[in-house]
């Protein structure tokens, strides 16, 4: 590999990578995603290198072991490009027959997607509907990456966001067109990311830093490491804009220490991008400097939360800094940090490269831009989609998750994890949107979707949700660590038929204390999901405390009485 | 740093610009209760029993006042129906685990908090850190520390240190608020250096 020094060279490096390259040469491409880890797709994959093996070296076809290609239900998943013919649930004796009909240009019928109910087949991705509804702007491109070469990402494009940055905008510029594209967070807060970058950017001093928040430690939420895994240069290349635009020149990458996989694909991104000059000193010969460093987590939830991230990259332990200045301002070593969310970088290059205009046009007024969501719980179809924003939450779990499993009726959707809300099905029409969700009690979050079925008790989801969070609280302050041990004991009483008059008010009361009195947004979040429950399922809680009072002959509330 | 002028509880009150809200409350002779909150330590946030109430360009929001910095115009109340009920809870919350402890009885007198409104746990610290942050702020000693976390945290000596350094000092015990500092001291005894405080009687 050879440093560039300048964009030109850039882009003679990509005209060389694509002109060795036969576009029309069918690439089978292998997600080693981790849902399709799990179901040995990596034996597929040997199978297929094998099979294509005997073929020579000059084979008419190639293999690619990719990230997650999104349909994790189905896996393993195998895709055909440039067709782009989907296979599902593929198993290695399933390879030669691929890679036969494959060179014939046909197709195996019976590995295609087939609907459950009607038995329509769709060969290719964009007509599976667990595909056709998606906008894949970060994503898509998961399936033509081998996340151990940077060329693959160059191929598609990579990189040159970063060379327009550098040598065709001011830093100036770049936040201002971060500020219009009006993208906002994605792990949690919905901030706009541009306001973050224009603080850090005009706060005092020359040393400032810029860190990926890889954390993703809420149940539920996998759409950043199957983005990350599978793509880490597109995190990577928005990361080093952000620098360059607010004067950064050490970042760092937070993540977590039990994903071998993702650690490894950001190790070598790292060092492939520093062999190229993409990170360094001089990159692309633009005279700007800029190095990242990986971290890892500590095992614990808060160590996602900004400000014990940063005490923990400090190496101390990950307890959240009681400061009321913000971490852009004064953040690790009381320097200026700006923290954004993987997805959050990784949509940097393209609103860089086709203009804020291009992606304000999509979403809804306040939230800009396509989501990746995780959907799982109880639908049929779970895995890592891509929308635009505004799309109804209808679409995403019956026309692209295929509805409720087992024909079941659905009873809630529920966004965030143990620190996001539950909406009854009844609003199922509402947009995928920050403002909208969050006046409804289920804040986005980082986009972790659950589909709750008819069977599902609310208390018990309550009760589930409170008993993780208390063993991943620190424990630091009050409300927290009491309010949700109490909050979680009422809840077991009343799931174990042990329910007492004044539990709804003892809830309220602890629930109110704790979402205003905690000192981090872990606690403040927490009391989120029994909110939204007591706004919505509140009838569900007074009978099961209602038949708590019959066995002790107390009197009967809520609808239990009637 | 210059000095400002706030309202706290309708009383206009001068402070310099470095305080917290809480310095300034006492500087001017107005009490806010706390339970985490020693002079000589940092502050730590962690009892949130010293919330009050900030209106800033009329914007209302919960604060804990020994880390919030005074600011020029600051309006602030240090009771409000909704402060009151903030420190009531924590009180009850605090008091399943040390219901005797005088502070907290007297506090729970003051709020109206009630000891039996939640489940108990008899493990009487309330985990407010000043031995440790005492131990490691003042001292350097770092003999008592948290350990675990979430629910299950607890205070712990930890014994080799606990045999070199406490024995002679034993200063953190006058800060506990339950006096479950001593306990966890006199249990690190029996298990690091047993029949020491004999051996030292008789001699």
Same mark, same amino acid.
């Given at each position: 590999?050879t440093?560039l020094?300048?964009?030109a060279?850039?882009?003679q490096?990509?005209?060389?990578i694509l002109?060795?390259r036969d576009?029309a040469k069918?690439?089978?491409?292998v997600?080693?995603g981790a ?6 797709s ?12 005997k ?17 994790c239900?189905k ?6 490009n440039p067709q782009e013919i ?7 004796e399933d ?9 014939k240009?046909?197709v195996v019928?019976r ?6 109910d009607?038995?329509e087949?769709?060969?290719?991705m964009?007509?599976v509907?667990?595909?056709k509804?998606q906008?894949r702007?970060l ?9 151990m ?9 990579g990189?040159?966001?970063?060379a327009?940055a550098?040598?065709e905008m ?5 936040v ?12 949690g807060g919905g901030?706009?990311a541009?306001q973050?970058w224009?603080?850090?950017k005009?706060a005092?001093?020359?040393e ?8 993703e430690?809420?149940?539920g939420a996998?759409m950043?490491?199957?983005l990350f895994?599978?793509?880490?240069h597109?995190?990577l ?13 050490q970042?760092y990458?937070y993540?977590?220490h039990d994903?071998?996989?993702l650690?490894?694909?950001?190790e070598q991104?790292l ?5 190229y000059?993409l990170?360094?000193e001089?990159?692309l010969g ?8 990986l971290?890892?987590d500590?095992g614990?939830?808060?160590?996602g939360?900004s ?7 400090e190496?101390l332990p990950p307890?959240?800094r009681?400061?009321y ?11 200026p940090?700006?923290l954004n969310?993987v997805e959050?970088w990784a949509?940097v290059?393209q609103?860089i490269?086709r ?8 979403g809804?007024a306040?939230s ?5 969501v995780s959907?799982?719980?109880?639908v ?12 109804p939450l209808r679409?995403?779990v ?9 024909g079941?009726a659905?009873?809630?959707v ?5 620190m ?5 099905a ?8 920050f403002d909208?969700?969050?006046k409804?009690?289920a ?6 979707l ?5 069977d599902t ?7 589930y949700?409170l008993e ?18 109490q909050t979680?004991k009422v809840?077991e ?7 007492r008059n004044g539990?709804?008010?003892r809830l309220?009361d602890?629930?109110e ?8 947004a ?9 909110k939204?429950?007591l706004?919505y399922f509140?009838?569900?809680?007074e009978?099961?405390i209602?038949?708590g009072?019959?066995v002790k002959g107390g ?8 | 740093?210059?000095d400002?002028v706030?309202q ?12 917290t809200?809480l310095?300034?409350?006492?500087a001017?002779g107005?009490h806010i209760p706390t +339970? #985490?909150?020693h002079?000589?330590?940092e502050?730590?946030?962690g009892?949130r029993?010293?919330m &009050?109430?900030v209106?800033t !360009? =009329?914007?209302k929001s919960?604060?804990v006042?020994?880390l919030?910095p ?6 602030v ?6 402060v ?5 809870t924590?009180l009850?919350?605090?008091?399943a685990?040390?219901?005797n402890?005088?502070?907290l ?8 908090a009630?000891?039996n409104?939640f489940?108990?746990d008899?493990?009487?610290?309330? +985990? #407010?850190?000043?031995c440790?942050?005492?131990?490691d702020?003042?001292?350097g000693?770092?003999? &008592?520390?948290?350990?675990? !976390? =979430?629910?299950?945290?607890?205070i712990a000596?930890?014994?080799?240190i606990?045999?070199?350094?406490c024995w002679?000092?034993?200063e953190c015990f ?5 006096s479950y500092?001593?306990a966890?001291y006199?249990?690190?005894e ?6 020491r ?5 008789t001699?």
């Amino acid at each position: 590999m050879t440093r560039l020094s300048s964009a030109a060279e850039l882009e003679q490096l990509r005209a060389q990578i694509l002109s060795s390259r036969d576009s029309a040469k069918p690439c089978i491409a292998v997600c080693a995603g981790a849902a399709c880890h799990g179901l040995d797709s990596l034996q597929v994959a040997n199978a297929f290198q094998a099979e294509v093996g005997k073929l020579g070296p000059a084979a008419p076809v190639e293999v690619r072991v990719t990230g997650c290609h999104g349909y994790c239900e189905k896996g393993p998943n195998v895709v055909i490009n440039p067709q782009e013919i989907c296979y599902l649930e593929v198993k290695p004796e399933d390879v030669p027959e691929i890679v036969e009909r494959t060179l014939k240009g046909e197709v195996v019928e019976r590995l295609v997607y087939a609907h459950p109910d009607t038995g329509e087949k769709a060969v290719h991705m964009k007509d599976v509907p667990f595909y056709k509804h998606q906008t894949r702007l970060l994503i898509g491109d998961n399936t033509r990456i081998d996340p151990m070469r940077i060329d693959d990402y160059l191929a598609v494009g990579g990189y040159a966001a970063l060379a327009k940055a550098l040598f065709e905008m001011t830093p100036d510029q770049i936040v201002d067109e971060v500020k219009k594209a009006n993208l906002r967070g994605r792990g949690g807060g919905g901030f706009p990311a541009g306001q973050k970058w224009e603080t850090a950017k005009s706060a005092a001093g020359d040393e400032k830093y810029v860190i990926v928040n890889g954390h993703e430690g809420e149940p539920g939420a996998f759409m950043d490491r199957a983005l990350f895994t599978g793509n880490p240069h597109k995190v990577l290349e928005g990361l080093i804009i952000g620098a360059f635009a607010i004067g950064s020149h050490q970042g760092y990458i937070y993540t977590r220490h039990d994903s071998p996989q993702l650690v490894k694909h950001i190790e070598q991104a790292l060092a492939q991008a520093r062999e190229y000059g993409l990170l360094g000193e001089n990159i692309l010969g633009s005279g700007f400097d800029f190095d990242v460093e990986l971290h890892f987590d500590v095992g614990i939830f808060v160590s996602g939360e900004s400000s014990a991230l940063m005490r923990s990259i400090e190496g101390l332990p990950p307890e959240p800094r009681p400061k009321y200045i913000r971490t852009s301002v004064a953040g690790i070593r009381d320097k200026p940090s700006n923290l954004n969310n993987v997805e959050t970088w990784a949509n940097v290059p393209q609103i860089i490269e086709r203009g804020a205009d291009w992606y304000a046009s999509i979403g809804t007024a306040g939230s800009k831009g396509t989501k990746l969501v995780s959907l799982s719980g109880n639908v049929r179809d779970s895995g890592v989609v891509e929308v635009p924003m505004g799309t109804p939450l209808r679409t995403i779990v019956y026309d692209i998750g295929g509805g409720v499993a087992g024909g079941k009726a659905a009873k809630a959707v529920h966004f965030g994890g143990p620190m996001g809300g539950s909406i009854p099905a009844s609003m199922i029409d509402a947009p995928l949107d920050f403002d909208e969700l969050a006046k409804l009690g289920a804040p986005i979050g980082a986009g972790g979707l659950l589909v709750m079925d008819e069977d599902t008790d609310m208390v018990e989801v309550a009760r589930y949700f409170l008993e993780w969070l208390t063993t991943e609280s620190c424990g630091k302050c009050v409300p927290c660590r009491e309010g949700m041990w109490q909050t979680m004991k009422v809840l077991e009483n009343i799931t174990k038929g042990k329910g007492r008059n004044g539990d709804i008010e003892r809830l309220q009361d602890l629930n109110e204390v704790t979402g205003a009195a905690c000192l981090c947004a872990l606690g403040k979040t927490a009391a989120d999901p029994l909110k939204s429950m007591l706004r919505y399922f509140k009838d569900e809680y007074e009978t099961q405390i209602g038949r708590g009072s019959e066995v002790k002959g107390g009197e009967v509330v809520g609808s239990a009485a009637k | 740093m210059s000095d400002v002028v706030m309202q706290i509880d309708g009383k206009e009150v001068k402070a310099s610009g470095d305080m917290t809200v809480l310095q300034a409350a006492r500087a001017s002779g107005i009490h806010i209760p706390t +339970l #985490c909150h020693h002079e000589k330590l940092e502050a730590f946030g962690g009892c949130r029993m010293c919330m &009050v109430e900030v209106e800033t !360009r =009329g914007r209302k929001s919960y604060v804990v006042s020994c880390l919030y910095p005074v600011a020029k115009d600051l309006v602030v109340r240090t009771r409000s129906e909704r402060v009151d009920k903030i420190r009531r809870t924590i009180l009850e919350e605090l008091l399943a685990h040390a219901p005797n402890s005088p502070e907290l009885v007297e506090l729970a007198r003051e709020y109206r908090a009630d000891p039996n409104r939640f489940d108990k746990d008899p493990s009487f610290c309330i +985990l #407010c850190g000043l031995c440790v942050r005492y131990c490691d702020e003042v001292k350097g000693k770092n003999a &008592v520390d948290f350990v675990n !976390r =979430g629910a299950t945290r607890e205070i712990a000596f930890v014994p080799e240190i606990a045999a070199k350094e406490c024995w002679d000092c034993q200063e953190c015990f006058a800060l506990c608020p339950t006096s479950y500092a001593q306990a966890a001291y006199f249990l690190t005894e029996a298990l690091a250096f047993p029949g020491r405080r004999k051996a030292a009687a008789t001699a």
